[in-house]
Structure formats: structure tokens, C-alpha cells
């Protein structure tokens, strides 16, 4: 699995027009389901991103806190164009990417993951629609992970 995760303020996902999903302060996660993924990468990652640290605490401490800590909320997006090879040619080669059924599957498997640990709000977009996503990058932090 690869997910790019950026620090927002806040967020919004909308489909032809109408907001589908919304978060204040926490994560839009962009994430990707690649061919063999497992539920064990997918409860690895939503593990390793409700602990880390990248909220400053009340005292300016910096990266002391997890969203967790902060009561913070989460936007997850299905992307499957991280999954883009472009070392050969001018056209991303999206072969590496999951198939839309098991891709599905692991997608709500990460965001059943995030709620089950106790993130305050969890939000997504549609699987598989086009979408528009807005936020407001606070930072700006941005982390790739993968598993």
C-alpha cells in the first residue's frame, strides 16, 4: 500500500458539485492499493499514522502530539494513480495498482482500521468516482508511506 498523508486544517471531498465528505483539523490521506496488498499492510499503516507525532502540543512543543492526542479527524481518498510507473515513456503506466474489487475491499478495511482505533471522525470520498478534493495544508506536512 502507498499513501501520501498531508497535515490539514481542513478538508472537503465533493462529487459533481455536492460535498461528500469533510474534516477540521487532522489527515487527508491519498491511498493506493497496490497488486498483493494485504489487510495486515492496511492495519499496519492506520497503526503507524494514528501514532505519529506531527501535531505541536498547547506549548508549542513541536511534533508532540498524534491525531489521536488532538481529537484530530481524517479524509481518506482512493488514488489509484500513486501507483503511476513513468520510467518508461511520457504515459504513467497504472499496472502496479490493485484491481477495483480488491482495492475496494482494502480500502474500507483501512478506514474500518481507523475508526476501530478511535479516530474522531473518519470521512471519505467515493471509491472509484471523480472527485474534487479541497484543504487547507497546514505546514505545509506531507509524509509518504508505504507497506
Same mark, same amino acid.
Given at each position: 500500500m502507498r499513501l #501520501? &498523508?498531508?497535515r490539514v486544517s481542513s478538508a472537503s471531498v465533493s462529487i459533481d458539485g455536492q460535498i461528500v465528505g469533510e474534516i477540521g483539523r487532522g489527515y487527508v490521506i491519498l491511498l493506493c492499493v497496490m497488486q498483493g496488498d494485504t489487510s495486515l499492510q492496511a492495519q499496519w499503516l492506520a497503526e503507524k499514522i494514528v501514532?505519529?507525532?506531527?501535531?505541536d502540543?498547547?506549548?508549542?512543543?513541536?511534533?508532540?502530539?498524534? #491525531? &489521536?492526542?488532538i481529537v484530530g479527524q481524517i479524509l481518506v481518498i482512493s488514488q489509484f494513480t500513486l501507483a503511476g510507473d513513468t520510467q518508461k515513456g511520457n504515459r504513467p503506466d497504472y499496472?502496479?495498482?490493485?484491481?477495483p474489487e480488491d482495492a475496494k475491499i482494502l480500502y474500507e478495511y483501512f478506514m474500518k482500521k481507523l475508526r476501530e482505533l478511535n479516530v474522531a471522525k473518519v470521512e471519505s470520498g467515493r471509491f472509484g468516482a471523480m472527485m474534487h478534493v479541497q484543504l487547507i495544508n497546514d505546514g505545509p506536512v506531507t509524509l509518504i508511506l508505504e507497506k
Open positions: #501520501v &498523508l498531508q501514532k505519529l507525532r506531527l501535531f502540543n498547547p506549548n508549542g512543543k513541536v511534533n508532540d502530539q498524534s #491525531v &489521536l492526542d499496472t502496479a495498482a490493485a484491481g
